[in-house]
């Protein structure tokens, strides 16, 4: 047998990981409608994948090309199953491969990404069943007033802290995107939390186009 290299071997059992969960995952909802005799109204569903699964489909094309370059294989393939990518796992690769001072590209990069993004999900997976065992003796202290304004702050926090360290190791690149996502977000309150699956290819795709402009005119 044919020994693979490291990388040939992550698209294999990603290829085997993404496909076995996308199957249990569509086996849930078929084994509650057997048990329970409650079948869907066809037309009702066709109508409502019409609608809407046209953009997801869009989006999941998009987000492909978009995080496999900066998560690497191993890690673009883990993540695109356990979810939650822009505001955790993505921080977390990329925190951690600049700590390693590896890139996503690399076989180190590639090592790094996955096991951050693992451990990233073990632990996200752990406070979420300790969250479960304890909401309701913590439920008056999570829900303090006082508290609120912290928690409405995590993110802003996480990606701001991340930004500081990108943002200025390459400023010039940074400012065209920062600013386009400032004014859209500010001129369009429509855009929110909902729209990040779109907005970040844009901003990618703003971005590249800007750093090829700011190359040919000898600025980076």
């Known amino acids: 047998m044919k020994?693979?290299?490291?990388?040939d071997s992550v698209?294999?059992?990603?290829?085997?990981?993404?496909?076995?969960?996308?199957?249990?995952?569509?086996?849930?909802?078929?084994?509650?409608?057997?048990?329970?005799s409650a079948m869907p109204d066809w037309n009702a569903l066709l109508l409502g994948l019409l609608a809407t699964a046209p953009m997801y489909w869009a989006?999941?094309?998009?987000?492909?090309?978009t995080y496999f370059p900066m998560l690497?294989?191993?890690g673009a393939y883990l993540s695109f199953v356990t979810g939650n990518i822009s505001n955790?796992?993505?921080?977390?690769?990329?925190?951690?491969?600049?700590?390693a001072g590896v890139k996503a590209n690399s076989e180190e990069g590639e090592v790094v990404s996955t096991i951050a993004i693992a451990v990233s999900?073990?632990?996200?997976?752990?406070?979420?069943?300790?969250?479960?065992v304890?909401?309701?003796?913590l439920s008056p202290v999570l829900e303090?007033?006082?508290?609120?304004?912290?928690?409405?702050?995590?993110?802003?926090?996480?990606?701001?802290?991340?930004?500081?360290?990108?943002?200025?190791?390459?400023w010039k690149i940074a400012v065209a995107p920062v600013s386009l996502m400032l004014i859209l977000f500010i001129a369009i309150p429509a855009l929110n939390a909902g729209t990040v699956g779109i907005m970040v290819p844009v901003g990618v795709v703003f971005t590249i186009v800007v750093s090829r402009i700011l190359y040919k005119k000898n600025l980076i």
């Open 134 to 137: 304890l909401i309701v003796p």
């Open 144 to 170: 303090a007033p006082v508290l609120q304004p912290a928690f409405a702050q995590i993110l802003p926090a996480l990606f701001g802290a991340l930004g500081v360290v990108f943002i200025s190791r390459a």
């Open 88 to 99: 955790l796992k993505l921080p977390c690769a990329l925190n951690a491969m600049e700590q």
């Open 59 to 65: 989006v999941g094309i998009i987000e492909v090309f």
């Open 11 to 36: 698209h294999r059992d990603g290829k085997i990981f993404n496909f076995t969960a996308a199957v249990l995952m569509m086996l849930f909802p078929i084994a509650l409608c057997f048990l329970f």
């Open 3 to 7: 020994n693979l290299s490291y990388i």
């Open 121 to 132: 999900s073990i632990v996200t997976t752990l406070i979420i069943l300790l969250g479960v």
């Open 72 to 74: 690497g294989a191993g």
